[in-house]
């Protein structure tokens, strides 16, 4: 079972550039979201989303856009890198009722240069 | 504000020493409870939940975790840690709210087991 499948795993960019950072999941979970985990602060929840084609924001959505066209992707866009989004990224996803876990992908590594 | 504190952000013990970590949450009403576990490099696992009934809960790798209601705590516990336990731990709570369910973490608590 593939689970959530977060594409690429490690990423350097420069200061200004765009990128998108992909997550996959396959158990048919409607809620999705995205989290950055910074030392002694956790995992902070940027986007999330209960279904195609609702989105909302978390915590820290400044600089991060998301868009879920299937029940499957959920990217996370980042328009023009910054050095304070060096951090590293978790997709999440899990049935959209209470009483349900949330499954974590491996993690995306990203350094803003 | 509503958060999730967890009290230790960096403990050390010896192996067969006891642990305690403590976490505590501020949003009322019902919530699902979680500790996840991070080793060095990976991804978050699940070491165990609470959603209802025995508020003592047992997880994964001999660890244990206590739901108090009054107190608004679930506190995380393994009577005797092993090198292999180092790692970074995560209380989370789970709320809904709005329509969605949104889970919010702690800071974390590194624990380093010496040999």
């Known amino acids: 079972n593939a689970g959530v499948t977060q594409t690429p795993k490690f990423q350097v960019l420069k200061t200004g550039q765009s990128m998108t950072l992909q997550c996959a999941q396959d158990?048919?979970?409607?809620?999705m979201s995205w989290y950055r985990q910074d030392p002694g602060m956790g995992l902070r929840l940027i986007h999330y989303s209960v279904g195609a084609g609702i989105t909302d924001q978390g915590e820290v959505p400044n600089g991060y856009n998301v868009s879920r066209s299937t029940t499957e992707d959920f990217p996370l866009r980042l328009l023009s890198a910054a050095p304070s989004q060096t951090s590293v990224y978790f997709c999440?996803?899990?049935?959209?009722?209470?009483?349900?876990?949330?499954?974590f992908g491996q993690g995306t590594r990203l350094t803003v240069v | 504000a509503q958060s999730v504190s967890q009290h230790n952000h960096h403990v050390i013990l010896s192996e067969a020493a006891s642990l305690e970590l403590g976490c505590n949450y501020s949003y009322g009403g019902t919530v699902n409870l979680f500790w996840y576990v991070q080793y060095p490099g990976q991804h978050l696992q699940l070491l165990l939940k609470?959603?209802?009934?025995?508020?003592l809960v047992k997880g994964i790798k001999g660890f244990e975790a206590e739901f108090i209601k009054s107190k608004f705590s679930f506190n995380l516990r393994k009577p005797s840690v092993q090198w292999s336990d180092t790692a970074e731990y995560f209380c989370a709570v789970m709320k809904f709210s709005g329509g969605y369910n949104k889970l919010i973490f702690g800071a974390g608590t590194r624990l380093a087991v010496h040999p």
């Open positions: 158990m048919n979970h409607e809620y």
């Open positions: 609470y959603f209802s009934g025995d508020p």
């Open positions: 999440a996803s899990s049935y959209a009722g209470f009483n349900t876990e949330a499954f």
